[in-house]
C-alpha cells in the first residue's frame, strides 16, 4: 500500500512537473512588466522617502494600490516590503521605506540583467530596448 501511494505520487508530480504552463518567453514577459511597473512607480518612492517633492500619503497609497492589483509573480519581495510599513504613519516609517526603495532599486538592476542575460543566451550582445523586447525575442528565437 505504502509503495503504490509513493508511485502514484511521484507520477502526478513527474506529470505536473513536465505539463507546466511557463515558458521561457513567458518568464520574460513577466520580467519586462515587473521592471517596467517599477520604473513607472519608482517615483512615489522617492516622495515617500522624501527625496522628490508630493503627498506622502498620497504617494503610498498610489504604489501600494498598483503592486496590489498587479499580479506578476517577480514582484512578490515588493508587496511583502510594502506590507510591512505601516499606512498611519508613513512619515514615521522611513526606515521602512528606505528599505523599500533599496529593495526595488536592486531589484530593478537584477530583472534587467536578467532580462538581458536571456537575450546573451542567444548571442545578443547589443543593448535591449525594453519596450520591444517581446517582439524582439519572437525575431530572434526563430
Do not use: W
Not at 498611519?88 to 531589484?107: A, G, H, P, T, W
Amino acid at each position: 500500500m505504502k509503495n503504490k501511494f509513493f508511485l502514484i505520487f511521484s507520477l502526478l508530480l513527474a506529470y505536473c512537473g513536465t505539463n507546466s504552463k511557463i515558458n521561457e518567453r513567458i518568464l520574460l514577459q513577466q520580467k519586462l512588466e515587473a521592471f517596467e511597473f517599477l520604473r513607472q512607480y519608482h517615483h512615489q518612492l522617492h516622495i515617500m522617502i522624501g527625496e522628490d517633492e508630493g503627498d506622502v500619503n498620497k504617494a503610498y497609497i498610489e504604489f501600494k494600490d498598483a503592486i496590489i492589483k498587479f499580479d506578476n509573480i517577480e514582484l512578490l519581495p515588493i508587496k511583502k516590503a510594502i506590507s510591512r510599513i505601516n499606512p498611519n504613519n508613513i512619515n514615521q516609517n522611513e526606515e521602512s521605506v528606505k528599505r523599500l526603495d533599496y529593495l526595488v532599486d536592486y531589484y530593478q538592476s537584477g530583472l534587467s540583467m536578467q532580462i538581458e542575460a536571456i537575450f546573451r543566451g542567444y548571442g545578443y550582445l547589443e543593448i535591449i530596448d525594453f519596450q520591444n523586447a517581446t517582439d524582439f525575442y519572437d525575431k530572434i528565437k526563430k
